[in-house]
């Protein structure tokens, strides 16, 4: 039996641990999408997690869900009410369109799931705390992704009727109904958890639980990792073709997005575009079942780079950007 000066000692590592990657979340999660492909038999072994992965990291963002700072941003609710539109239905409505008008729903099933699930999904449930991290304005951040969620159900729906054949053996309905559950039951998980701690011990908790979301991201970027290594051995062209493809369609989102909200100011053009760019696809293999054609899974985990290098990429922009409002408040 362990004595308790071993188990004290062991706490005061476990909790040292959290705060150090709580506060080094963007090199955390950036180094843990690399180790993913060193991690071949671990990353199969753990594709049974993925799912679980996923409502965890929901749950822990919706810990982190203050009412308060939603309330007060909807008090001006034109910003985050159209980025969500533009990002839940605008865009996806805009790639359903163009891809029904070249004939792309005519090329490959796989083709087709990657491209529903990089257009309609909402943004990565992390942006909120990378906002924050990057000294910016995180409430809009998580008003967004927050109303994103309460529309997904019905958006995902809607852009898997107009999109998906019959064949993926996924109807609209058990689409959202997956969706709406998976939700549900993060959100009041989390909730609970909100109430029970209290906000303060929350607030005062923040590296403690920025730190478990980079462990649980990492485990999440291992099990996406499965087939990744061997097929990008085998096929190292068509690897570095979709390695690129996914950083393109990351980087052509942000910049429109960027583009389209930049009269409404930086800070808000970015914040809209980060979310624009890092979708959360994890969530939309969860609500298919898992499920889904061999390419749509390649696209899935290779898209995870862009969203796990993102925070990396962008924090000097963001700082940039919250330097110069700074100076003209």
Known sequence: MPSPTFVISGLKLINSLLRFLGRNGTNAVAIS?????????????????LTPAIFILLTLSFIRVDNAAIAQQLTHPLPAIAAMLWQMLILPLLATLTCLMIGLDQIDL???TALFMVSAAPPVMSTPIFIWMFGLNGALALTI???????????TALFAY???????????????????MFLIGSAGLGRLLYYLLGAKRITEATD?????NCIVLFIFAVAAMDGVTGFALTAPFKAAALFVGVFAIAALQLLVTFLIF???????AFIAAYGTGSRNLGLMVAALGGT?????????AFAQFPIYLLPWILKPVAILIGKAETATT
Do not use: K, M, Y
């Open 292 to 300: 889904i054609p061999e390419l749509a899974w390649l696209f899935f």
């Open 162 to 180: 107009l999109l998906l054949p019959d064949t993926l053996q996924v109807s609209p309905l058990s689409l959202a109904t997956n969706l709406t």
């Open 33 to 49: 999408i690399f180790l993913g492909l060193f991690l071949p038999g671990i990353a199969e072994a753990l594709r049974i997690l």
């Open 145 to 155: 992704s927050t109303l994103s969620l309460i529309i997904a159900p019905l958006s």
């Open 110 to 112: 796989g083709v087709l």
């Open 262 to 268: 930049s009269p409404a100011g930086r800070q808000t």
């Open 208 to 212: 403690h639980i920025n730190g478990l």
